[in-house]
């Protein structure tokens, strides 16, 4: 080989496989960088669309205030929101600090009691498994020593949960200065929004977004007063089987209790978790069965009347769009996923052609006039009596027509022959 071959010529058409290694090792790289640009990209987004989204919702159980305050007190739109906001952070605030003043008030109660079954475990540890007393201890004291070993690193996780905290108090103000804007310019961001869109779509976007407004509305406002009915049930409950920190089981049931189905399973097994650490199995039991009450009330006869066909939604569907968003986004998943659904399913019915609030087509006002006058009126749905028989309503109006026609083809039959 000369030496004009060998410095003019590349090693990679006489070596494929080391330019295959080349390329894929150029090929991980771009994906790597690809996905934490995709990373980086979501964590952003998320850090602006969870506090938007939660602006939307506090915007929808809010509404009724700003109302309140714009229409029938004929304060001026701004103002009213900026008081519907104070109004809101305050009793929020307030709840939170008296739980966290009498659960801070507690906390020797608490440790002395964590104690006491720490003590109770280590005894029934000695009695229904081989090991010694002196065997139970050393693993205590091992436990020990090696949470003091690793101070270190204990205290780096309280950093980043303080790093976490930070966080949510930026999108909690965030959520709060947009809840703001849409109270008091809702409409506005509406309607400007709509705009951006081709001019034939105008109308019909227009009135697709007041159907799911009506819907998410509704929605917000029923889990407030289901929220607050199962608060006072197991908080009552509590109190009259002498559970202690009832105020702050009443506050973690309301918080959880926005989250279908996940929250009322969370806030019950706290309550009763409470009950058997400092009353015992028997009014654990009994706190167990004041939940199951609650919840089985909440569920048939609280939820159907408030919602209504407002939030016509299946409670499979529920259940299974609960445990997905659950799954790939967590607890803020699950409290976004129905009333997300919701809202889709009402606007997709409109522009299908089947109005679930036909009320806003004669008259009526998404703010101000009720669900149920917005619904007007429809015919039961009644599940038939046997497995099987239940048939879509397009296809018994097309049997019906088909039936029709038939008989008027032997009609016409008949009066040929005479």
Known sequence: MTSNDAGGRSVLPRHPLVRGVLVVSVLIIAVGLALRTLADAGYLL???????????????????LQVLLNHKLKLPRSLGALLTVLIAFAVVVGA????????????????????????????????????????????????????????????QGALG???????????????????????????RIAAALVVLLPEHLHREAWQAARRGWVT?????????????????????????????????IIAITFILCFIPFVGAVVSSAVAVAMALAFQGPGV????????????QLEANVLSPILMGKAVDVHPLLILLSVAGATYILGLVGALFVV????????????LNGSDPFPGLGKGGRALLTPPK??????????????????????????????????????????STRA
Do not use: H
Not at 49 to 62: E, H, R, W
Not at 339 to 350: E, G, H, Q, R, W
Not at 392 to 401: F, H, K, N, S, T
């Open 284 to 295: 654990a039991l009994l706190m167990l069965l004041v939940c199951i009450l609650v919840q």
């Open 46 to 64: 998320g850090a602006i669309l969870v506090p938007m989204a939660l602006s939307v919702l506090f915007t929808g159980l809010l509404m009724p």
């Open 373 to 414: 006058t917005l619904i007007g009126p429809r015919e039961p749905v009644r599940n038939p009596r046997r497995v099987g028989d239940a048939t879509p309503r397009w296809l018994v109006e097309e049997q019906a027509e088909q039936e029709a026609a038939l008989e008027q083809e032997e009609r016409r039959g008949g």
């Open 216 to 248: 998410l509305g509704t929605y917000c406002r029923t889990q407030l007063l289901v929220a607050a009915v199962d608060a006072a049930g197991i908080g009552l409950g509590a109190l009259l089987l002498g559970v202690p920190f009832v105020i702050p």
């Open 339 to 350: 009333p997300v659904i919701a809202t889709i399913k009402s606007m997709v019915l409109y």
């Open 96 to 155: 939170l600090w008296i739980a966290g003043t009498q659960l801070a008030g507690g906390m020797g109660e608490i440790v002395d009691v964590f104690g006491a079954q720490l003590a109770q475990l280590r005894d029934l540890a000695i009695a229904a498994t081989p090991l010694t007393e002196a065997q139970v201890d050393d693993l205590v004291g091992q436990a020990t020593t090696w949470l003091q070993e690793n101070q270190s690193g204990i205290a």
């Open 161 to 187: 949960a303080g790093v976490g905290v930070a966080g949510f108090l930026v999108s909690a103000v965030l959520a709060m200065v947009a809840t703001f804007f849409f109270l008091a310019q809702g409409d």
